[in-house]
């Protein structure tokens, strides 16, 4: 349940969040709600979040399943509820999202580098942070600096997102359900007929009756 209540007041920024929410997304995001309280800390966070949607030195894939390893360190139900359904947006394999949380259990659906990218995001959001030089060099390597630099603002930016959400306690608003591919049906299991086999008959030769003398 919400630590914070979900109706800010209303003012014009609150309802243009609101309205332009529900255009985008199909409904009005907690998250935003929260903030709503607050107008400048909401201003500011959405500032800050339409100049990272700019961002474009890291390949988009990488990026989302760096966003999504954080979310799941920190165990955030918002952020991965809400991070499946972009991530499908994306045109991301659903089989490869879902095993994010437990990659390393995985590591057949995921390249090298995508995991070295949540290798990284899972260190860089341990308290204290356990990212090691090996790690880095590794991904500048690979990546370059610009990216790698990208790479870091875009987890620290979702450890801001997923601790804030998980402190106010907001959890899954259903996001990943409307995406889901539903389930087949069932096929009904072939029978095949029973043949018993039948034993050929020998004919009988009719014997012509012998005549006494």
Not at 59 to 72: E, R, S
Not at 193 to 199: A, H, L, Q
């Amino acid at each position: 349940m919400p630590r914070i209540s979900l109706t800010p007041p209303r003012t014009l920024l609150t309802r243009i969040g609101a309205w332009y929410s529900r255009r985008t997304y199909g409904k009005v995001l907690d998250p935003g709600q929260a903030y709503g309280h607050n107008a400048r800390v909401l201003f500011s966070y959405v500032r800050l979040e339409q100049r990272a949607a700019k961002w474009n030195a890291l390949d988009a894939g990488l990026k989302h399943l760096a966003v999504m390893a954080a979310a799941a360190r920190i165990n955030c139900s918002w952020c991965l509820d809400f991070g499946y359904w972009e991530g499908r947006e994306q045109g991301m394999a659903a089989e490869k999202i879902e095993r994010v949380p437990r990659w390393r259990e995985a590591r057949e659906v995921f390249s090298e580098l995508e995991q070295l990218v949540m290798e990284y995001a899972e260190a860089m959001t341990e308290t204290e942070p356990a990212v090691t030089d090996e790690l880095a060099a590794a991904l500048v390597g690979r990546l370059g600096e610009a990216a790698f630099v990208e790479l870091t603002a875009v987890v620290a930016l979702e450890n801001w997102r997923s601790r804030v959400n998980s402190a106010f306690g907001l959890t899954s608003q259903g996001f990943s359900d409307s995406c889901r591919v539903p389930a087949e049906r069932p096929v009904p299991p072939v029978v095949t007929p029973v043949v018993t086999p039948v034993t050929p008959v020998t004919p009988v030769t009719p014997t012509t009756p012998t005549t006494a003398a």
